[in-house]
């Protein structure tokens, strides 16, 4: 005789209904079962703990034995009949909409749910592909050359006297140190004002027009100069704004390079600049090997994204777009943002949307082409990438392992999205293009 009767419905989406009738034997062994173990916990004046009546525990305590034994009933059957129907819910989803119970009768519960959606792949085998190829010029080397020089540089007081238009170049060598206070629409907003910042005059990320607004400054000088942030700036209330700086010119300075010779070389831990020319190579040929990689992956996701349409869990999705949202949010305060003035565009939010459901998408497509190909994660594969990071340092072992046992759900992920993409690549149409010259212009 089967104890548990299930009937499921699909409903619009990724929704579930599940209507379950629990036989009354199963309900009266969970009543006795639950009546007993609340007598073993129970006390009463004229009774030892765990001695009292079972009648009067039914009597005395019927609202409390009620919900026990439903508990168990539900915690008793529910986990199996999704096992056994292999239905993957989503966390959180499950929602007991009816009940109907009485211990000498069959109960009956019914709950709605979200499921994974059901993905149909589309081939992820030959795909067109193009990849880039970046051979390592002179001109790269001299690039890291010249980083090294900045990076080891000194600044020094500048003799000059006020700020030109030469100083403002993507080449200049001249800092400036300033206070300043915003102000937008007339109105100061005081988690911005800040003091003695240094100012590299060659970088074009700051605001639209502040650069050009220094220049003809002097030292001790003040002025306010129109700017305008970039819609993309971290900082949520000044995204997009035009808004007055008010700037006092503390001092001129500029950055004095060192020669590469042989101390330098040395200090940088070289013996000598040949063996410095040879690491910069080794290391540009894995940043460009690594950036071709990169944009293969884009290319297949974007493919795999466009390809392949499928229904999402709604719940997922919004749980999704508040962990992003949640994220932004911090990075705003921890940049000394207010909550208050934490607030996204429609078009923000539109796009933080797309991204939420990007990935979501992306997640079910990669676990679909990791069951069909059956990709498993083996202690062989944790050991090799545990290998990469000893390699890097081999002193750090017990770190090591520990960062593996805390993180092994986000490391066994991301092994296991490299295997897919080795096998994407494997079975590709690559069509290879030497971007070489391009990258020279």
Known sequence: MELVKTEIKKLDGCKMKLNIEVDKKLVEKNYEEAAKELQKETEL???????????????????TLREKTINKIINETLHKILEEKNINYIANTLKIEKLDFKE????????????????????????????????????????????????NAKLIISEKTNITKEDINSDSKTFCVVNYKIFLEDKELKNFESKNILIDLSKDNLPLGFKEGLVGMSKGEKKTIKVEFLSNFPQVELMG??????????????????????????????????????????????????????????????????????????TEVKQHYQEILDYIKQEHLSRGGKEEEFKLKEE????????????IKLKYILKKIIKEEKIEITKELIEKEKGKYLALYPTKEKEINDYFEKNFDTIASNILEEKIFELIISNAKIKEVDITEEQKN
């Open 104 to 151: 000498d009768k069959n109960m009956v519960y019914e709950l709605n749910l979200e499921v994974e959606p059901e993905v149909k792949l589309k081939s992820y085998k030959g795909l067109k592909l193009k990849k880039e190829i970046r051979q390592v010029t002179q001109k790269d080397i001299d690039k890291v050359l010249q980083e090294l020089k900045q990076n």
């Open 45 to 63: 004046t004229g009774f030892r703990k765990g001695f009292v009546p079972l009648e009067i525990i039914k009597k005395r305590f019927s609202e």
């Open 348 to 359: 923000q939010q539109k796009n933080l949307l797309k991204k939420a459901e990007d990935e």
């Open 241 to 314: 704004k035009q808004v007055n700086m008010e700037v006092e010119l503390i001092e001129i300075k500029e950055k004095q390079l060192p020669e590469i010779n042989d101390d330098f070389v040395k200090n940088l831990g070289y013996k000598n600049k040949e063996e410095l020319i040879s690491a910069i190579k080794q290391s540009l040929r894995t940043e460009f090997d690594n950036e071709t990689n990169e944009k293969l992956k884009k290319q297949i996701y974007e493919i795999l994204l466009k390809e392949n349409n499928l229904v999402l869990p709604e």
